[in-house]
């Protein structure tokens, strides 16, 4: 197996675990849409579906993590990472992975381990409400999110390793994209005609390529 089919493999894992953990909002949806039903329609709120929607949403966020950072789509301020050549961001991000993300998501798996382990031997159960759910599967979330994490971590780490030997960033795996809001309105207009619409839409399309390239560490000269 060669580098990029390892780095393939790691982001369709990501990417499997965190289109399966999205439809939880399904669910999280029809409890709160049952809670605002019988709460204020047949005055009869119930207690633990405010338990179990906090439990849905903490899932859904944990397990989410890895497909998150397999799409390089976490939160950061790259005003300066994005002017950075290939090299430099490589260089800046395996750092921050070594010091920071390795000891940090081990900790979390660590700890989350015992409050696991320890919420099933106990057998808990939410203490929020009157005769709360059981919160022991709802902890083993933790460590397993933190190991998905850290396993998505470790190929991150190859990429910035291989991007500081080549120059250049491997590819991700590509996922869904946003729907062109600019190409929906232009399409729909009776004043652009088909050549300006047509250099719209490209002119548009490059810009949003080349902040895109940008936000996953590419190289805009490709």
């Given amino acids: 197996m060669n580098v990029q089919r390892f780095l393939y493999a790691i982001d369709e894992i990501s990417t499997w675990v965190g289109k399966a953990a ?3 909002i399904i669910g ?3 409890l709160v849409c049952g809670e605002v039903f019988k709460r204020y329609i047949l005055n009869m709120p119930t207690a633990w579906i405010f338990d179990a929607s906090n439990m849905l949403y903490g899932t859904l966020f944990m397990l989410c993590g890895a497909y998150t950072l397999a799409q390089n789509a976490h939160v950061r301020g790259d005003f300066l990472y994005s002017s950075m050549r290939p090299r430099t961001q490589a260089g800046l991000d395996l ?3 070594i010091v920071f993300f390795l000891p940090g998501i081990a900790a979390l798996i660590y700890a989350g381990y015992d409050y696991a382990s320890l919420s099933w031997r106990i057998n808990e159960h939410s203490n929020v409400t009157a005769d709360g759910p059981p919160v022991y599967h709802f902890k083993s979330v933790i460590p397993i999110a933190g190991a ?3 396993l998505q971590g470790i190929a991150e780490i ?3 390793v291989v991007c500081l030997k080549t120059g250049e960033w491997p590819s991700r795996l590509k996922d869904v ?5 600019i190409e929906e309105q232009l399409a729909h207009s009776e004043y652009v005609d088909d050549e300006s619409r047509k250099i719209a839409i490209e002119g548009a399309q490059k810009i949003d ?4 390239q940008r936000g996953m560490g590419g190289d805009l000269n490709a």
């Fill in 28 to 30: 999280l949806m029809l």
């Fill in 95 to 97: 750092v921050l992975y």
């Fill in 158 to 160: 190859v990429r910035a």
């Fill in 177 to 181: 994209a946003e729907i062109d809001v």
């Fill in 22 to 24: 999205a439809w939880l």
């Fill in 148 to 150: 998905l994490v850290m």
């Fill in 209 to 212: 390529e080349i902040a895109r």
